[in-house]
Each structure stands twice: as C-alpha cells, then as structure tokens.
C-alpha cells in the first residue's frame, strides 16, 4: 500500500517570498511518479509539477521547484516569488505507474500575504 | 492539457431523491475513471474506479447500490446517488485517466447538498 503524508496542514507566507510545502511517501513499487496538485477556492484541481522517480534531477516549473529525496522518500515544493494567486490547498500525490491509481496527502493550505 | 467537463457543478435535492453526474472528457479518450469525494477541508477519497464497459470497482466502505457507476463509453461516464442522504452531501470530482498516460486529470466537480 502507498501513503503520502503532507505534516502542515497551514503554511502562510509573505507576498514574494518563497515557501516550502512538505511531503513525505511511502511505496513498494519500484516505478512511480510524484506529483503536486494545487486545489484554488474554486476547487479544480490543477497540476503544478510532476517528478518521475527515476530521474535523479528535480523537476522545475517556472517559479515552482521540487526537492526530490529517493532515498528518504521525500518530495517537498518550494514556491518562489510568491504571488497572492498561489493561495490553495496544495495536494502531494503518489503514482504507480502499475495501477494508474493516485494516493492523495492530506493537503496544506497556503496563505499569501500582501 | 485534456479538456474534462463534469455536469451539474452545483444540484441541490431532497433526501430521498436521486442524483446523476455526468463527467466527460472531451479532447481524449478514458479508458478508465476514478471518482472522488471530499468533504470541506479533506483531502480527495477515492470512491471507486471503473473501465470502460465494465463494472466499477468499489473502495472499502463505499456501498455500490448507493453510489451506481456507468462508464458505457470511452467519453462518458455517470455516477448516481441514489436515495441521497444529507450525509451523502459533499464535492464530487471525476477523475478520466487515457491508456498509456501517467498523468490524471480532473473535472470541475460537482457539489452536492442534500436538503
């Protein structure tokens, strides 16, 4: 069984100043990807980056980077510059590429601000 | 990204009565879909997972006669509560996942208040 588990459940941080949002994991499968979804007040759920566990180097988008941890099976996301648009729940999300099932963190809410 | 719709966004009904969500994906093909809940400050709780032309297959403590799954083509899948209940209210999301991809994606969702 996989679990995600996301230790803040409240982050806030100051207009464009950057935040790291915590995640840890657990998986049997040798194969699988990590993802963080963001979840606005209009609760579509929106994909912020995507990291392949067999890629050594971290994934980055734009002002979003993740700190991709194999061995400690770690996965945080920092968010730089942030802007008051960053503010969401954000979910960390486990894949394997086996089921095609996602695993699901509890979230962190995200506060910014001005 | 692939282009989901999920329709009604909003339904509220009497307890008792029946309630159908149509979720579609428009720019791809879902060979299968997962349906979510999630409650107000929760994460998403997977409901059930259903291929297309078969029967859906239910997560432990989610009761299959209240919560019927049709995934009848490639485009289109329903979920129906049936005799809903106030504690049935909650935000329901589809999520169509096309064969061979890594990534899911996700509808609008709908939420639903059962008076």
């Known amino acids: 069984a996989q679990t995600v588990t996301q230790s803040q459940p409240e982050m806030s941080v100051q207009e464009a100043e950057t935040v790291t949002l915590s995640c840890t994991y657990d998986?049997?499968?040798?194969?699988?990807?990590l993802f963080w979804y963001k979840q606005p007040p209009s609760r579509q759920m929106i994909l912020v980056i995507r990291?392949?566990?067999?890629?050594?180097q971290n994934a980055t988008e734009n002002r979003f980077s993740v700190n991709f941890q194999k061995a400690a099976k770690s996965f945080s996301l920092k968010i730089s510059d942030s802007q008051l648009g960053d503010a969401a729940m954000y979910f960390c999300?486990?894949?394997?590429?086996?089921?095609?099932?996602?695993?699901f963190g509890e979230g962190t809410q995200l506060t910014v601000n001005p | 990204g692939a282009v989901v719709s999920q329709h009604p966004s909003r339904v509220i009904c009497k307890s008792g009565t029946s309630v159908k969500i149509e979720c579609r994906s428009l720019?791809?093909?879902?060979?299968?879909m997962f349906w979510y809940r999630q409650f107000p400050k929760q994460s998403l709780m997977l409901m059930a997972t259903?291929?297309?032309?078969?029967?859906?297959?239910?997560e432990q403590g989610v009761e299959k006669d209240k919560f019927l799954i049709n995934h009848a083509s490639l485009t289109l899948s329903t979920l129906t509560v049936t005799s809903a209940h106030p504690e049935d209210s909650s935000f329901y999301i589809c999520s169509p996942v096309a064969g061979g991809y890594n990534e899911q994606f996700f509808g609008p969702g709908t939420r639903l208040t059962v008076l």
């Open positions: 990291q392949e566990a067999y890629k050594q």
């Open positions: 259903s291929n297309e032309g078969s029967k859906a297959t239910y």
């Open positions: 720019d791809f093909q879902a060979t299968t």
């Open positions: 999300a486990c894949l394997r590429t086996s089921g095609s099932r996602l695993t």
């Open positions: 998986t049997s499968e040798s194969d699988y990807y």
